[in-house]
């Protein structure tokens, strides 16, 4: 069984931290050899699920700057570790009607090995799920190009989405 240990110092004091995936919780489904986890993000209604391949940072302290002329989409960009990024505003990019007040906004950074790092300005921070307890179900007709289909349970829907073609279409879209 697989451990993760990580040392850290809090309050001048030497602390230890040890995970273990036995700790997680089980999955409900029965004859599975393991339950695989996965992330996904909340804009509005829709829940978005995180590639595997993408890296993903919540952010916390941060600073939105306007920038004159830019896209709808863009709130703003701000500085991270030096990098100035642009920020999506979810909602205007997908339409939804709603908008976030400055207290509400929930940022995230993606870093897509195709494409610059970006951040997202979402509804709820991520969440884990058991990817074995949904059902594959085709995408809605008249879909956007990066919805790839959508995962189904008693619960939820999440979307399962091609990052790189939303982003490859937010950069084309800033003409």
């Not at 999506?88 to 976030?100: D, E, I, R, S």
């Not at 790092?117 to 007709?141: M, Q, R, T, V």
């Amino acid at each position: 069984m697989n451990t993760i240990t990580a040392m850290g110092d809090i309050n001048g004091e030497d602390t230890e931290s040890v995970f273990k995936p036995s700790q997680l919780p089980q999955s409900s489904q029965k004859n599975k050899s393991y339950n695989q986890t996965r992330f996904f993000y909340t804009v509005g209604l829709f829940n978005f699920l995180l590639e595997e391949s993408i890296k993903v940072e919540n952010l916390y302290e941060f600073t939105i700057n306007d920038v004159p002329y830019a896209p709808e989409w863009c709130s703003g960009v701000t500085s991270i570790r030096g990098n100035i990024m642009p920020i999506v505003n979810m909602h205007v990019f997908l339409k939804t009607g709603k908008h976030t007040g400055l207290k509400n906004k929930k940022l995230m950074m993606l870093e897509h090995q195709d494409h610059s790092p970006i951040i997202f300005e979402i509804d709820k921070l991520p969440e884990i799920i058991f990817i074995n307890n949904y059902s594959d179900a085709p995408a809605p007709k008249k879909s956007p190009v990066w919805l790839k289909k959508t995962l189904k349970n008693e619960k939820n829907i999440i979307y399962e989405i091609n990052h790189s073609e939303l982003l490859r279409q937010l950069k084309n879209s800033q003409l």
